[in-house]
């Protein structure tokens, strides 16, 4: 798994709050993901990054900011949390672009807003 | 919004048989079909993936068929065991990966 380590693997919290979701790789790859995966949705790009400090938006964007200041984390914020991002988040690496290179996932983070 | 579409959505055999999953595509740029398995509490991980200007590829007892006038392709699990039991995902692409929503495989002995 490319020594991609995810923080906290579990959370609660309440709506309103705000969440940080946090990413680490030890593999010194390039480009760094925040998925989502939902029953009956598959997985969802959030946003993702090509370096430091280079980031764009994915395909379920709204509501979540990323930071990335070194190339080994990745930081998934939610500003003010809401039920519907109730999910499980996926960090993942590649060493280049995604159709030349596959993509290392870690094991995920639960998350509950309730 | 691309789309991939997959199907079915779950799907049961027994062992040695051959289960076959589905997907199609909308955006003829895409030019990178990988498949991703995925264990319960793992992440997905790649299993095997296909480029639009071959037909086929097999990797063990996994095999791509990709049918590019069709804008489809498919997984084909020859002789399966009840380890692939597990969720999987084709995705495709070229900046960016779009996922189907995925396959729940199970195998039974």
């Known amino acids: 798994d490319a020594g991609i380590t995810q923080s906290p693997r579990h959370k609660v919290t309440e709506t309103g709050t705000p969440v940080t979701l946090r990413c680490h790789q030890t593999?010194?790859?390039?480009?760094m993901y925040w998925y989502r995966q939902d029953p009956g949705h598959g997985l969802r790009l959030i946003h993702y990054?090509?370096?430091?400090?280079?980031?764009d938006k994915g395909e379920v964007s709204d509501g979540y900011s990323v930071s990335r200041s070194k190339t080994e984390d990745f930081l998934l914020t939610l500003e003010s949390a809401t039920s519907s991002q109730t999910s499980v988040y996926f960090c993942?690496?590649?060493?280049?672009?995604?159709?030349?290179?596959?993509?290392?996932f870690g094991n995920g983070t639960r998350l509950t807003v309730t | 919004q691309q789309q991939v579409k997959q199907s079915p959505q779950s799907l049961i055999v027994q062992k040695g048989g051959i289960p076959i999953i589905n997907c199609a595509y909308e955006?003829?740029?895409?030019?990178?079909f990988p498949w991703y398995q995925q264990f319960p509490g793992k992440g997905p991980a790649l299993l095997i993936a296909?480029?639009?200007?071959?037909s086929e590829k097999k990797e063990g007892r996994f095999t791509i068929s990709f049918n590019k006038s069709a804008k489809q392709f498919s997984l084909h699990i020859m002789d399966s065991q009840p380890g692939d039991s597990a969720t999987y995902f084709c995705?495709?692409?070229?900046?960016?990966?779009?996922f189907g929503k995925g396959t729940t495989l199970s195998v039974s002995s």
């Open positions: 993942a690496t590649s060493t280049g672009a995604v159709d030349n290179s596959p993509l290392h």
């Open positions: 593999e010194n790859h390039r480009y």
């Open positions: 990054s090509y370096g430091v400090k280079d980031t």
């Open positions: 955006n003829t740029a895409f030019d990178y």
């Open positions: 296909i480029r639009p200007d071959v």
């Open positions: 995705a495709a692409g070229y900046s960016a990966l779009i």
